[in-house]
């Protein structure tokens, strides 16, 4: 495995790769150049539903992009985590929050109808959802903790992404986003994690004496 300055130097390269990935995706749901193909996929995925085992199983993956979830798994790292654990826990919950803020600003700024919104014939286990489609929610902050956890505590949590992906293919399924809904917030949600793996330490050494006076960083 590569070192703590090999894995800063990748998170510093690649930064601004995913940066650029997430406003070309954004530039392509904006002008419509791939609706046709991101309906037809939409509904490839979708049309999974029909089973009600397969809807089930993607309901339950879906809520792996949750704060409800996410949350507490950063609580669960506290007690897996060997070193810095209550850093562990506190830039976790710092990407969690990032996600959500910078989602806030993206779905507010750009409103882009969900698939039942203009869509005939979707499949809605879980129900109509209202908010913005694009990018999708679940899908950044999954992809968010999963990358920050895989870089922070090393190959054995490499798993989490491919959670990650099963939870960007479940917000599909369920019919609650396009393709490219997912695949910006995966994007976006890489972004956040590298970002949070790079500046989530320095907040939590800033932060932790202005908030608790005397108390000592581990």
């Known amino acids: 495995m590569c070192g703590i300055t090999d894995r800063s130097r990748w ?6 790769f995913l940066l650029l990935a997430f406003v070309l995706t954004f530039l392509i749901v904006y002008s419509g150049t791939l609706e046709a193909s991101d309906t037809s996929g939409f509904f490839a995925l979708n049309s999974l539903a029909s089973s009600q085992l397969i809807a089930d199983i993607a309901i339950i993956v879906t809520y792996f992009g ?3 979830i996410l949350i507490p798994f950063a609580g669960l790292l506290y ?4 070193t810095n654990k209550l850093e562990t826990v506190f830039v976790v919950v710092f990407a969690v929050v990032v996600s959500d803020i910078v989602l806030f600003a993206l779905k507010t700024g750009f409103v882009r109808p969900r698939p039942s919104h203009v869509l005939n014939g979707v499949i809605l286990p879980l129900g109509v959802d209202n908010e913005s489609s694009f990018p999708s929610g679940h ?31 479940s917000r599909i399924i369920i019919g609650v ?10 994007f976006l949600g890489i972004l956040i994690g590298l970002v949070s793996y790079e500046y989530g330490p320095r907040v939590f050494r800033y932060a932790v004496p202005r908030l608790f006076p005397g108390r000592a960083i581990p």
């Open 139 to 169: 899908t950044a902050r999954a992809f968010a903790v999963a990358s920050l956890v895989s870089l922070r505590m090393g190959r054995k949590y490499v798993p989490l992404l491919t959670l990650a992906i099963g939870v960007a293919l």
């Open 11 to 16: 998170v510093h390269v690649s930064i601004p």
């Open 66 to 68: 949750s704060e409800l």
């Open 79 to 82: 007690l897996l985590s060997k």
């Open 177 to 186: 986003h396009f393709p490219s809904d997912v695949v910006g917030g995966a």
